[in-house]
């Protein structure tokens, strides 16, 4: 990712990044960065083999909230190992 928040588009693959689940949360109200570069990250992300889970905040604007908080304690519940 860059700083505007899109995926560099030259990125180089990473050898085994595939196999590292990706979370992108996006507030749908957010007025800096438009979902669709979100939307577009997900899609070149998982054209390359990456698993990814996007999460979109229909009241939320640029920031993070409770509900942001549940779903990345969710995903790392989901995605790490539990010892």
């Known amino acids: 990712m860059s ?3 899109r995926l560099a ?5 990473v050898p ?5 689940p990706v979370l ?4 749908a109200r957010d007025p800096v960065i438009p979902v ?3 939307e577009e990250a997900a899609r070149e992300l998982e054209a390359r083999g990456a698993r ?6 229909p009241s939320l604007a640029h ?3 409770a509900a942001v908080l549940d779903e990345v304690q969710r ?3 989901d995605t790490l190992p539990a010892d």
Do not use: E, K, N
């Not at 588009?9 to 693959?13: E, G, I, K, Q, Y």
């Not at 085994?16 to 590292?20: C, I, K, L, N």
């Not at 992108?24 to 507030?27: S, T």
């Open 3 to 5: 700083p505007s928040g």
């Open 9 to 13: 588009v030259d990125a180089p693959a």
């Open 16 to 20: 085994g990044a595939t196999s590292v």
């Open 24 to 27: 992108l949360v996006h507030g």
């Open 36 to 38: 669709r570069f979100s």
């Open 52 to 57: 990814v889970r996007l999460r979109l905040f």
């Open 63 to 65: 920031g993070v909230d």
């Open 75 to 77: 995903f790392l519940a």
